[in-house]
């Protein structure tokens, strides 16, 4: 069964719309995981517009699933990552004023870089994540780096799908076998939703873990939250 990790920025996005501490970031965190989720994930920005890095302290308490925190590797955000210690960290090469991730890394480019910064998470005992695009020559650089994990860009899988095109699956099922023939664990995010997540699992061989925030925080507002994490968890079997 491919786990389940809840993104609850949009859930900060509103809190911080009105202030105060409604809804309350914890209190969310804590229900998704009592109706079933098997983690939490987070992405702060460096201008907090949504999580802010007190929020990434305050849930190391509060989350006894796993514990993802995404972001680009810029000095603050591995500082706060060192200090939270979560189950995992996943490297996204976003830039600061990014709506949301909109690119994987270019592993090939970035390899040192990636290497030193991998190793440094690696020694603190946090499992490593590089968010790449279904490129095979990106797979592999990311082995090169010695990272764990791969986190797999599924805009472009979620945009061929909702046009009708299921082939749009293939470059992602041959970057999974790829990943598997190199040990590479295999994630995915980004516009996965109830329409299209039992496909995309079905045809990725060994997926890991998928984040999701934007379409099931979405569509929790017509279903409800517990009902919609029920929801992914039965796709995701």
């Known amino acids: 069964m491919t786990k389940l990790s809840v993104n609850i920025n949009k859930i900060a996005t509103l809190r911080n719309a009105r202030g105060g501490n409604v809804p309350d970031l914890l209190q969310v965190a804590n229900d998704i995981q009592r109706f ?3 983690g939490i994930t987070i992405h702060p920005r460096p201008d907090e ?7 990434a302290r305050d849930l190391k308490s509060v989350v006894y699933t796993e514990y ?3 972001g680009n590797p810029e000095r603050k955000f591995i500082d706060l990552v060192l200090e939270v210690k979560p189950t995992q960290v996943t490297l996204v090469p976003d830039a600061d004023d990014a709506i949301t991730s909109n690119a994987g890394w270019n592993t090939i480019k970035n390899q040192d870089y990636l290497t030193e910064i991998i190793q440094e ?5 946090i499992r490593t994540s590089i968010f790449v695009d279904p490129v ?18 599924t805009e472009a899988f979620a945009h061929q799908y909702g046009l009708g095109n299921k082939d749009g699956i293939q470059p992602y099922d041959e970057s999974a076998k790829l990943a598997n ?8 995010g980004h516009d996965l939703s109830l329409d299209n997540i039992q496909f995309f ?9 998928v984040s ?3 379409a099931l925080i979405s569509e929790s507002i017509y279903l409800g939250l517990e009902n919609v994490v029920n929801m992914y968890l039965q796709k995701l079997k």
């Open 68 to 70: 993802n925190i995404e």
């Open 212 to 214: 999701i925030g934007h």
């Open 121 to 125: 998470f690696q020694r603190n005992g």
């Open 49 to 55: 517009r949504h999580i802010r890095y007190q929020d």
């Open 36 to 38: 079933g989720g098997q």
């Open 181 to 188: 023939e190199l040990d590479l664990g295999i994630n995915a």
């Open 136 to 153: 095979l020559e990106m797979i592999e650089g990311a082995k090169k780096t010695g990272t764990e994990r791969i986190e797999l860009y």
């Open 201 to 209: 699992q079905q045809h990725i061989p060994n997926l890991l873990e």
